[in-house]
């Protein structure tokens, strides 16, 4: 799950000032957690604190994304989001925005099977992105992290990823002058999760995923997601992208990680 956070952290800086490449460096005084790190964190929390089976998943995704999401006010919501947030009657408003797909990644450490990692899924998707694209994102994301962290190999999950989500009929380098911003999950979610399947290491990952473009952030945070279910996170990184975390946040973090360990290096 940090790896969805790094990622965002990482690409916080350039969602609206793309670089087109990968030589920069990772952290700076200006990067930032956006509504990315703090809408995983919610799910992470609504995990921890649903009843055996994960029943009622949807109900505690609904309270947490709205308490945590409201104690972050300026963290770059999408307006329809915002409103549901502050909603008194709050209600999927049919999205196929990305936003579905950067806070999925808790569940692929809770899940127990391929098939329950997408019942998960949909369970936290639903309740705000119930356009049938926003729940394919969504979906894919989380299948391609759960089976990066149960071993899979690279080829396996991108058979995975094709036969059911998306054709991946691009490299990086034929996207990359002409990729621009597109916050769906059609337009993004591919593109990040081939960043993972072209990559090297966690951090190479996250790189690949900026240096295309877009919607740098939550690209990062996608590729970074199944990234570190597949690598691991090396520990200068993780300490570093710890440091953009207040103690609430952090301590959610924690919590999430002692039920559900991450992989050790």
């Not at 329950?116 to 309740?127: I, N, Q, W, Y």
């Amino acid at each position: 799950m940090l790896g969805a956070i790094a990622g965002d952290i990482i690409g916080s800086r350039f969602e609206w000032n793309n670089i087109k490449s990968r030589d920069f460096e990772l952290f700076t005084k200006d990067c930032f957690i956006t509504d990315d790190s703090v809408m995983t964190l919610a799910v992470a929390k609504a995990l921890l604190t649903s009843r055996p089976g994960f029943e009622d998943l949807s109900t505690q995704a609904v309270r947490w994304m709205r308490e945590i999401g409201r104690l972050y006010p300026d963290r770059g919501y999408g307006l329809r989001f915002e409103d549901w947030l502050y909603s008194d009657d709050p209600r999927p408003y049919g999205s196929f925005g990305n936003g579905a797909a950067m806070r999925v990644s808790p569940c692929a450490w809770a899940a127990g099977s391929l098939e329950e990692v997408k019942r998960l899924s949909r369970a936290v998707t639903g309740v705000t992105h119930n356009h049938p694209e926003g729940l394919l994102g969504a979906e894919a994301v989380a299948a391609a992290a759960y089976l990066a962290r149960t071993g899979a190999e690279k080829e396996e999950i991108r058979r995975v990823i094709t036969e059911n989500y998306y054709p991946l009929d691009f490299t990086l380098d034929e996207i990359r002058e002409c990729y621009g911003f597109d916050g769906t999950c059609q337009g993004s979610v591919p593109q990040a999760l081939q960043a993972f399947f072209e990559s090297e290491s966690f951090e190479d990952a996250v790189r690949n995923a900026v240096s295309i473009g877009g919607d740098s952030d939550t690209i990062a945070a996608i590729t970074g997601s199944v990234a570190e279910c597949y690598y691991g996170i090396p520990k200068s990184i993780r300490n570093r992208a710890l440091k953009y975390l207040d103690e609430r946040l952090l301590a959610i973090l924690l919590e999430f990680e002692a039920v559900y360990p991450p992989k050790a290096l």
